[in-house]
């Protein structure tokens, strides 16, 4: 395999002037945390895959900036203990297994590399005193690391601690003198040290056995020894003796799921995000009322001086007064993930990995919610094109579904189940239909793949890459203008054959009803873009690596080439235009080959700091839609 360059000089003597056309609004925030700094303001850190977010003040407006973190899936986020004169430490996990570290409240982060290799991060929880101690506990699903001197260096802590996934982890207020800390597991355990989480006994009595995900423990601890246990389907229980023994909190709660636990300020109570919705109770007597702009989505709260912050299930942050008793949705960022766009002549349709839809009429200005399928797990959505019309295929937990859509009915179209002759009924991973509409794939994790031909009929394509899992598939036509496919492979390797990587990727090509296997590649993640226009050519991208695979019609032979871009600099989209270039986005610019593949040069800066996620180009417009769901619209300007 041959290695070439790859240039960052300019196509030519012209500029791409960009503009923000839309976003689809909205998008899932997994963890809050609130902290009071100096002058009294409060600072919000909310979590998403999307990257991390911030609101300096108190939730009213939101910004981020995706380049303070390598890895943009932010899965838990804390504030550790607390400052007077200055903002206190933050630390953030990510989905990569990550954990990084900021000294000023949440503006500049650092990477704590001590952390590599222990873990994905499930749940943040800093000593009261962590100014002083250092102390941060980590919880993740093979049990709790601690850190005595703010991260650079780790233990595992787990001794007496019967079930490893933790869920929810607590420290007393008076940390520092009782040296008390609590951990809720998915195993139906609620476990407690009294020794900084040396050793851990369980301390349950009277709660039901059922996952724990949430603990609040009271800011009065030290005079009431009250705290809050939120349990899967049981309600929420209370301890009023530091932990030893448990009854349940409010009747009206018992049966909910609940997802997040907060003690409010200043006496005011307690606040519980359930299964049904946001419901707060009075310190004393637990009773609940369902409060006002009540969100069912709700998986974090936050508590701070003025203000209460609550992140939400497909529709970001929201945000009440102290009180939590009225809530509002506040104006966060885009925050979908990835998400994936397809687009017809009718308009385009996005999906985020959560499960919501949404359609676009005007290019991606506006977008509209659209209704999914009523099954379980929404998985990959695609594009056929119609004169005037459009079908949307969508790869689901149950099989193959459909919806036909007009010019003006765009989202009033109904779901069918695709139950031809021929196709799987069972879990589809996702499908693809190839230029033109006139050719489809929809395939399994577990390899099985079936072609569909614009119709109704559908046929099973029996692969040769019997125990590989399958990676990604692609219909299209060859240069005869016969159906054709490509299929990636994946295996992991023995870890003796991991010196190139612990994956193995082969490329297979169907032509005239048999298959062939064009390379074998090695990876280090288990994921690949693939871009195949039809011709005799086809290209890979793996993080910051290029492959070109091109037929040799003299040699009867495919050749492969790579080229590799800066190692901080994965490539996030391929695509190709109309006119025949050739599109890459990387973290950092758009990439413009017009020699199909040859030689790739620099061709416009990213329109903001996010990672790209889809490309439309034309020879003078280029539509992006970065990471989150921004929308957009590139314009050449002559210097």
């Known amino acids: 395999?041959?290695?070439?360059?790859?240039?960052t000089e300019p196509t030519s003597p012209q500029t791409w002037q960009w503009r923000a056309a839309g976003a689809w609004p909205g998008g899932t925030?997994?963890?809050?945390?609130a902290a009071r700094g100096p002058h009294g303001k409060t600072r919000l850190l909310?979590?998403?895959?999307?990257?991390?977010?911030?609101?300096?003040?108190?939730?009213?407006s939101w910004h981020e900036d995706w380049a303070v973190m390598a890895d943009p899936g932010v899965v838990a986020v804390a504030y550790a203990g607390t400052a007077e004169e200055d903002w206190p430490a933050a630390f953030a996990a990510t989905e990569t297994g990550r954990l990084y570290r900021s000294g000023d409240g949440g503006v500049a982060w650092a990477e704590v590399t001590s952390w590599a290799g222990l873990g994905v991060a499930a749940v943040l929880c800093a000593s009261s005193a962590f100014a002083d101690d250092g102390i941060l506990f980590v919880g993740t699903s093979e049990g709790i690391f601690r850190s005595l001197d703010g991260g650079a260096s780790w233990e595992s802590c787990n001794f007496g601690l019967i079930d490893a996934d933790v869920l929810c982890l607590a420290c007393a207020p008076d940390f520092a003198a009782s040296q008390l800390v609590w951990a809720g597991t998915a195993g139906g355990g609620l476990y407690r040290s009294r020794n900084q989480g040396r050793a851990w006994r369980e301390a349950g009595i009277g709660l039901p056995d059922a996952p724990v995900q949430a603990l609040a423990v009271s800011p009065n601890f030290v005079e009431d020894r009250t705290l809050y246990a939120g349990l899967e389907a049981q309600g929420v229980y209370r301890s009023t003796d530091g932990g030893e023994s448990w009854s349940l909190y409010g009747a009206a709660l018992a049966g909910q799921s609940i997802n997040a636990l907060a003690c409010l300020g200043e006496g005011q109570g307690l606040a519980a995000a359930t299964d049904r919705g946001l419901f707060v109770a009075d310190a004393s007597a637990g009773q609940w009322e369902e409060a006002a702009g009540s969100h069912p989505g709700v998986l974090a709260l936050a508590a701070g001086p003025d203000c209460v912050a609550a992140g939400a299930y497909w529709d970001g942050a929201l945000l009440a007064a102290a009180d939590g008793r009225a809530w509002r949705q506040t104006a966060t960022p885009p925050l979908h993930v990835?998400?994936?766009?397809?687009?017809?002549?009718?308009?385009?349709?996005?999906?985020?990995?959560?499960?919501?839809?949404?359609?676009?009429m005007d290019g991606g200005v506006t977008w509209q919610p659209l209704a999914p399928p009523e099954v379980e797990g929404l998985f990959a959505v695609a594009a056929q094109p119609g004169?005037?019309?459009?079908?949307?295929?969508?790869?689901?937990?149950?099989?193959?579904?459909?919806?036909?859509?007009?010019?003006?009915q765009w989202t009033q179209g109904q779901w069918q189940k695709v139950d031809a002759p021929g196709l799987s009924a069972g879990p589809l991973l996702?499908?693809?239909?190839?230029h033109g509409g006139a050719a489809r794939l929809a395939y399994t994790a577990e390899g099985r793949l079936y072609a569909g031909d614009g119709g109704a009929t559908w046929q099973e394509i029996t692969g040769p890459w019997?125990?590989?899992?399958?990676?990604?598939?692609?219909?299209?036509?060859?240069a005869a203008g016969e159906a054709a496919a490509l299929a990636l492979t994946i295996q992991a390797k023995e870890p003796q054959a991991q010196a190139q990587g612990p994956y193995a990727v082969d490329v297979w090509l169907r032509r005239a009803g048999a298959w062939a296997n064009v390379a074998g590649l090695e990876t280090d993640i288990p994921s690949m873009l693939a871009l195949w226009p039809g011709a005799d050519d086809l290209w890979l991208a793996a993080q910051h690596r290029l492959i070109t695979l091109r037929w040799d019609r003299r040699a009867q032979a495919w050749n492969?080439?790579?080229?590799?871009?800066?190692?901080?600099?994965?490539?996030?989209?391929?695509t190709a235009s109309m006119d025949g270039s050739l599109w890459a986005a990387t973290t950092r610019a758009l990439y413009c080959s017009a020699d199909q593949g040859v030689i790739w040069r620099r061709a416009a800066d990213l329109p903001e700091r996010r990672p790209v996620v889809y490309v439309r180009a034309a020879a003078t417009r280029l539509d992006v839609v970065t990471l989150g769901g921004r929308v957009w619209r590139g314009e050449i300007t002559p210097v």
């Open 1 to 7: 395999m041959t290695i070439e360059p790859v240039t």
């Open 29 to 33: 925030v997994v963890g809050v945390a």
């Open 46 to 60: 909310a979590a998403t895959r999307a990257g991390l977010i911030c609101s300096d003040d108190g939730g009213l």
């Open 338 to 360: 990835p998400p994936l766009v397809a687009v017809s002549d009718v308009g385009w349709i996005a999906l985020d990995m959560n499960g919501a839809l949404a359609a676009s």
């Open 387 to 408: 004169e005037g019309a459009a079908s949307i295929w969508a790869a689901t937990g149950d099989g193959l579904w459909s919806l036909d859509l007009t010019q003006g």
């Open 430 to 434: 996702a499908v693809e239909v190839a």
């Open 466 to 478: 019997q125990g590989q899992s399958l990676l990604r598939a692609l219909p299209a036509q060859d």
């Open 560 to 574: 492969a080439s790579q080229r590799f871009f800066a190692p901080d600099e994965p490539i996030t989209a391929l």
